[in-house]
Every structure is written in structure tokens, then in C-alpha cells.
């Protein structure tokens, strides 16, 4: 990862250790696959140097590179899973909470009867 750089200092140290877990994984994924580096590079039609970023977690790779690389591995459904609006569990809490208290102040205002 390069040191210093403008997407280093805008990611929590949370997330940049999520992306150097996602790069192993991908680094990972691939090895037990048996595709060298130079393989995959080219079948994602993108440098070496910059799929050996993303396998280090580098956060100047862009998203597109991500998913080049998981398709090609055959993990990109994977990909689909992450930010789903049916699993967001505090989204969905929040979104019943604001629909119950709509619905009250409704029946508030049907309850009043000038």
C-alpha cells in the first residue's frame, strides 16, 4: 500500500485493515486456483502492478478491478451480498421505526374531530 496517500488518510484504520483482508483473500482465492499473477492480470485486462496492489489491499484500486478480479475467480456473486438492502438490519429498523411513527401521526390527526 502506498504510504501516505490521500485514500490512505480519508479510511479508518478499520477499513484499510478490511481491505488488506479482502486483498488476501483474493490472493488466496487465487493461488488455490493455481492462476499465477501474470494470468489473472491479463484475463482481468489490468497491469500486474495493479492487481498485486488489490492483493495487498491498496485503496486506490478502484472497484472495477474488484470485480474483474471476483469474476474471474468465480466469486463475484459474493460481491451481491455486500451493502443488500434486505440484510441492512439497522436500515430496516430504522425504516419500520419512521413508517410506525407516520402511521401515528395519521391516526392522530383522524382522532381529532372538530
Do not use: C, Y
Not at 33 to 49: F, G, K, N, P
Not at 59 to 88: C, F, I, K, N, Y
Not at 105 to 111: D, G, M, T
Request: aromatic fraction near 0%.
Amino acid at each position: 500500500m502506498a504510504k501516505d496517500s490521500p485514500a490512505d488518510k480519508a479510511l479508518s484504520p478499520l477499513a484499510l485493515d478490511l481491505l488488506q483482508r479482502l486483498g488476501q483473500g483474493i490472493r488466496t482465492a487465487r493461488s488455490r486456483r493455481d492462476i499465477r499473477q501474470e494470468d489473472l492480470a491479463r484475463r482481468t485486462s489490468m497491469s500486474r502492478v495493479r492487481l498485486r496492489k488489490l492483493e495487498k489491499g491498496d485503496p486506490t484500486v478502484g472497484l472495477g478491478a474488484l470485480v474483474q478480479v471476483l469474476e474471474v475467480l468465480g466469486l463475484l456473486e459474493q460481491l451481491s451480498h455486500v451493502a443488500d438492502p434486505g440484510r441492512d438490519e439497522l436500515g430496516l429498523a430504522l425504516e419500520a421505526r419512521q413508517r410506525k411513527s407516520r402511521v401515528d401521526i395519521r391516526k392522530e390527526r383522524e382522532n381529532l374531530d372538530f
